[in-house]
């Protein structure tokens, strides 16, 4: 045999067993291969299983509580490698940042309050007048007194008082009817004054009624003519205690040097007795006589005769005085 033959024969023998030897190296290198592939496989496994297990909230929750607990470190501890520290980059892991809050609306002012309409002012009530169809009677309205009425409708005050069964000192009430002229009658007992209370607190009690349309006013009924003569009676005669005491007109002695000078105050019924005196009248004093007024005027409160005297030029035979409601004045008339 060639020694060439022998070396290709064993080199034959050897590529033989070679080639014998292959299928079996394949089926390691697989096995080897399937192995990696499974060891390759067990974390992501692992890494599932942990996602399906653990949602992205106990994550979330595990961080803050991490992170809450982070202040509470020692001071002297070494800062953590930044590495670590830096936040994962897994989506399912990462925080979502907290959503701002809208700041809050401005509350919306309140509407304003439309201003209260205001109430009108009810009308003052008309004055009482003469009850129509009788021209004599007369309804006092406030602030009327026996004097000012007289005066008005051009009556003796004494006659009026008289003819109401009234005195010097009798009081009237508003809405008293009362006599412009008649004749005498007896004074009554007990004032009207009394009876007003009562007959308001009745008429307050009474249900309320709607009163029907009122008529036309009746034209004023035109004054009576003036008396033929004034009476005036004359109380006593003294000086300004007796005045004072309002017991009626009074001759004031202390200037009989002068002249009769013939006094009462206004709140003692001198306004109402004397005011409606006028210029031509006859006035009868019983007791001093008759005489006619000659002229009135003002003097001032407190005054002298003096004053007088330049009023009418000299001292009449009789001067009725009396002082003005609300002023500083006396009104003096002059009888001759």
Known sequence: MNMNDVDFQTS????????RQTPFSKSKLMIAGAVLALL?????????????????GSEQQSVSNEQAAAPEAV????????A???????PATQVAPAAEVPAAAPAAEPAAVPAAAAEPVPAADPAP????????????????????IAARFGVDVNAMLAANGLGAYSVIVPGQVLKLTGPPVAPVAAPAAVQAPVAQAQAAAAPAV?????????????????????????????????VDA????????????????ITEHDF?????????????????????????????????????????????????????????????????IALN
């Open 210 to 242: 709607v009163a029907a349309p009122a008529p036309a006013p009746a034209p004023a009924p035109a004054p009576a003519p003036a008396p033929a003569v004034r009476t005036i009676y004359v109380a006593g005669a003294g000086g300004q205690s007796l």
């Open 268 to 332: 003692c019924g001198g306004w109402a007795r004397f005011s409606g005196i006028g210029v031509g009248e006859t006035v009868s004093i019983p007791g001093y006589g008759t005489f006619t007024a000659t002229g009135r005027g003002q003097v001032p409160n407190p005054g002298t005769t003096n004053d007088v005297a330049a009023v009418f030029g000299g001292f009449p035979a009789v001067v009725l005085q009396t002082c003005i409601p609300g002023t500083n004045q006396m009104l003096v």
């Open 75 to 82: 001071p002297s501890a070494p800062a953590a490698d930044p």
């Open 246 to 261: 309002c017991i009626g007109p009074i001759n004031y002695t202390p200037t009989n040097a002068y002249a009769v000078f």
């Open 84 to 90: 670590s520290a830096a936040p994962s980059q897994d």
């Open 12 to 19: 034959l023998n050897k590529n033989n067993g070679v080639g």
């Open 129 to 148: 007048a003469a009850p129509a169809g009788d021209p004599n009677l007369y309804t006092v309205a406030s602030g009327d007194t026996v004097g000012s």
């Open 40 to 56: 390759a496989l067990i974390p992501l496994l692992f890494g599932v299983v942990n996602w399906a297990t653990h949602p992205a």
